[in-house]
């Protein structure tokens, strides 16, 4: 019921010449059975746009203001994204929230500002290495899904990435064990909030060192209804293998 969804985070990584992985992308899932989202520096939006058009992958920005216009130099609003052709955007990185001191009621604003765009925010939330250290994993989660996440949503409007800050571009992956106690206990939380039908609905998402090699243990995970990739997004070789353990899985 919930449709898979492969989503890949370029970060600051690509110029012009890195819409040719989106050419090889689209080449090698000409009729994907899940959903595919690539993130791209905003820089590359509008022209991953065009080399997207007439196929499913979808593009999406990797931050938003929450604001729609005014006086925020250098930042970008729902509304630029979507006027270039996005359909998504990931609010709460946990790069963000750390080179950006971006709080959870920043974010919870940031998705309510993706939400009035008609944007899907991917909200992304996990725990550092010295809080899993201390047991405290799920407060933690249930913290920052308390505040990250606005009152009203959908499970059209809204995805979740759980992304433990440790396992980020360190290829240190939690046991498949961990990763299920965590997205089950996020389940439970989004039930528990928004009601049994969109809490149910509602895709999650890991993220974290994700890669061809253990994509399929990792999509056996009970909830877990994708993938957020970084590093092995970048380059079409590597990001395939990940979608089509999705689509086996
Ligand atoms: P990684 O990044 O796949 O390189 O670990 C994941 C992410 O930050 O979304």
């Given at each position: 019921m919930r449709r898979k969804l492969a989503a890949g985070n370029w970060k600051m990584n690509g110029t012009s010449d890195a819409l040719a992985q989106l050419t090889a992308l689209r080449n090698a899932h000409p009729t994907p059975g899940v959903d595919i989202l690539i993130c791209p520096p905003a820089t590359l939006i509008s022209a991953a746009v065009v080399t997207a058009a007439d196929h499913p992958l979808a593009i999406g920005g990797q931050d938003c203001h929450m604001a729609q216009i005014g006086a925020h130099t250098g930042d970008i609003s729902?509304?630029?994204l979507k006027d270039a052709g996005a359909s998504y955007v990931l609010t709460g990185h946990s790069e963000r929230r750390t080179d950006h001191n971006e709080t959870d009621e920043m974010i919870r604003n940031k998705t309510k500002a993706a939400h009035a765009e008609g944007?899907?925010?991917?909200?992304?939330?996990?725990?550092?290495?010295?809080?899993?250290?201390?047991?405290?994993?799920?407060?933690?989660?249930?913290g920052q899904?308390?505040?990250?996440?606005?009152?009203?949503?959908?499970?059209?409007?809204?995805?979740?990435?759980?992304?433990?800050?440790?396992?980020?571009?360190?290829?240190k992956v939690p046991t498949t064990n961990q990763i299920g106690e965590v997205h089950d206990y996020i389940r439970t939380k989004l039930e528990q909030r928004y009601g049994a039908g969109v809490g149910k609905s509602i895709r999650i998402l890991y993220g974290g060192s994700v890669k061809g090699s253990n994509a399929d243990e990792i999509?056996?995970?009970?909830?877990?209804d994708g993938a957020l990739v970084g590093g092995a997004s970048l380059k079409a070789e590597d990001f395939s293998p990940i979608i089509t353990a999705l689509e086996n899985a």
């Open positions: 729902a509304a630029m944007l899907i925010a991917v909200v992304c939330i996990g725990e550092t290495l010295k809080e899993r250290e201390a047991a405290n994993t799920l407060d933690i989660i249930a899904l308390a505040g990250s996440l606005p009152d009203v949503l959908t499970a059209e409007n809204t995805v979740i990435a759980y992304e433990p800050v440790w396992a980020i571009g360190t290829g999509f056996a995970v009970s909830n877990v």
